[in-house]
């Protein structure tokens, strides 16, 4: 008789980025083409790793499923937070919020473990050369990308089981344009210590450790090249490669740990940090790997010859 007296909220209200008109029309835009530019800019990764004979090395395979998480990850929030800028009441049911909370930890995390597995494969690249090809078979990268989903959506369970056995009983605003574990909480009409600590411990926690470890390890390499550094181009390449993954962990770990890894009372940087981590972040992968990465700007130049130009002589 007692949980009935909780079903009381059955959607959530957002309160957006914005207030103001203007303001939102010209976030409307900026974030528009900023999903315009994420989609064909990381399918265009896909395609050209798929299709190109040249770009058969491990590190393709496992940048072409992290270009693929991206365009999910950022499929996850913007279309919606798009809409909304258009629509005075911003509401979302709770179903739907719990979808979207499920989707974002299970992407999330499933690219935080992949980004981990890059590592790995960077590892063995550089200090294992001669058995690269033997350690990072296509059979033993596909079930480092499995695994990587397996943790992710292990990880995305926990959140969802901890949030769904809360009482919502009062108010119902989000101060969001999206669903998140940390707002969600926030309005629970209980004590939420007990599942506020299990989620910075499985969020937070985990993110810091990853994030350490991550850069321990490029940094490790890094030492290693530069050993070695008179071996030439090579070298060169494989320190550029490095840096471009140094690059995307710092943006993928920092926001989630400002987030996650705190308790979760209300920041002024909140929506900030949010916004560049579901919507600015997937945006600088397609961009730092192209620009990083000669063989993929060669392959995407050849692609682009081959299927758009020769079509429209």
């Known amino acids: 008789m007692e949980s ?34 994420i989609l064909p800019g ?5 395609c050209t790793i798929r299709l190109d004979p040249q770009l058969t090395s491990p590190m393709y395979f496992l940048l072409a499923n992290l270009a693929f998480l991206d365009i999910w990850y950022s499929s996850i929030t913007a279309p919606k937070m798009l809409v909304d800028f258009f629509v005075e009441r911003k509401r979302i049911s709770f179903g739907g919020c719990i979808a979207q909370l499920f989707f974002l930890h299970f992407v999330g995390a499933s690219e935080m473990f992949l ?12 200090c294992r050369p001669l058995h690269y090809a033997t350690i990072m078979n296509r059979r033993l990268c596909s079930i480092l990308v499995a695994l990587s989903w397996l943790g992710g959506f292990i990880h995305s369970i926990i959140q969802v089981a901890l949030i769904v056995r809360l009482p919502f009983c009062g108010p119902n605003e989000l101060d969001s344009y999206f669903c998140d574990i940390t707002q969600v909480v926030r309005i629970a009409c209980a004590n939420t210590f007990p599942e506020e600590l299990v989620m910075i411990f499985s969020s937070g926690l985990i993110s810091v450790v990853c994030f350490i470890a991550l850069l321990m390890s490029y940094a490790f390499l890094l030492a290693m090249l530069k050993k070695h550094s008179g071996s030439g181009e090579s070298t060169s390449r494989a320190m550029s490669t ?11 770990f920092g926001p989630s740990i400002y987030i996650y890894a705190r308790p979760f009372d209300s920041f002024s940087l909140d929506k900030v940090v949010s916004v560049f981590h579901t919507v600015i972040f997937p945006l600088l992968n397609p961009i730092i790997y192209t620009l990083r990465n000669k063989e993929v700007k060669t392959a995407m130049r050849k692609l682009v010859n081959r299927y758009i130009l020769c079509k429209e002589k």
């Open 242 to 252: 490095c840096y471009s993954h140094i690059t995307i962990v710092v943006f993928m």
């Open 4 to 37: 009935a007296n909780y079903t009381k909220v059955t959607e959530f209200v957002l309160t957006g980025l914005s207030q103001t008109r203007e303001v939102q029309l010209v976030l409307f835009v900026i974030f528009l083409s900023f999903y315009l530019f």
């Open 115 to 126: 980004l981990t597995v890059m590592a790995f494969d960077r590892y063995a690249a550089i």
């Open 42 to 46: 990381n399918i265009l990764i896909i």
